[in-house]
């Protein structure tokens, strides 16, 4: 039987591949890539030349039955988003379940996910904290910001530079102005960036200042 890895791959900088990494996806015997075009690049980058297969949100469940087979038949598969780690606000979830209901061995590779230098970095309580990734953009939205009114744990969002500040502007109609938060954008890029501050603070920087690329929110919880 097989093994299916799960492969983080850099979130910005190339150098944050693992040594580990590169040659898992040197052995296998078919890496599955989110998209192939983008992950191409980084298995040219890194002279890995092996089979790509594409495996995406919306494929998983029609694709991840005859991966499963391709490992109890004894192949090793890869699995690789487009940056970070599978499964966290990217597929890979459905494919690990069917594979654990197999019997297939899953291994997860440590590495790179966006939002844990964003927390670390923030200032905030780290020791506890709700990963919520991205809200609900119309339907449940209110809903989902609402049921966190009480969450004391510092809160982790994932956000487009393009709704940033409406979603900094309702966290601070729901939790208030005064809330801490701390903003992250382009993690382990060039122009890596974090904003700390009040909400209120926060939102007039980024209504001054475009924000522009991957966005981490932090926000604190609720202050007892």
Do not use: W
């Not at 590169?22 to 992950?39: F, P």
């Not at 594409?54 to 991966?67: Q, V």
């Not at 890869?78 to 654990?100: H, K, M, N, Q």
């Amino acid at each position: 039987m097989g093994i299916l890895y799960i492969v983080p791959t850099p979130v910005g900088n190339m150098e944050d591949m693992t040594f580990r990494a590169i040659r898992i996806l040197k052995e296998v015997d078919l890496v599955l890539a989110e998209d192939t075009r983008t992950s191409g690049i980084l298995l040219k980058h890194y002279e890995i030349k092996n089979s790509l297969m594409s495996h995406h949100k919306f494929n998983e469940h029609g694709t991840s039955a005859a991966i499963v087979n391709r490992l109890l038949a004894g192949e090793n598969v890869a699995l690789i988003s487009d940056a970070g780690t599978p499964g966290i606000s990217d597929p890979g979830f459905f494919l690990v379940r069917e594979a654990v209901r197999a019997g297939v061995e899953v291994q997860c590779l440590p590495g790179a996910t966006a939002f844990v230098p964003a927390l670390v970095s923030s200032g905030l309580p780290c020791d506890r904290f709700a990963f919520e990734g991205f809200l609900p953009q119309k339907k449940g939205r209110q809903t989902k910001l609402l049921s966190l009114k009480d969450e004391e744990r510092t809160m982790i969002f994932y956000e487009s530079p393009y709704r940033l500040v409406k979603t900094l502007e309702q966290f601070a109609e729901v939790y208030g102005s005064d809330r801490q938060v701390s903003v992250c954008r382009e993690i382990s890029k060039v122009h890596e960036e974090s904003v700390r501050g009040t909400l209120e603070e926060v939102i007039a920087h980024f209504k001054e200042h475009a924000p522009k690329g991957e966005i981490v929110v932090v926000l604190a919880g609720k202050v007892e």
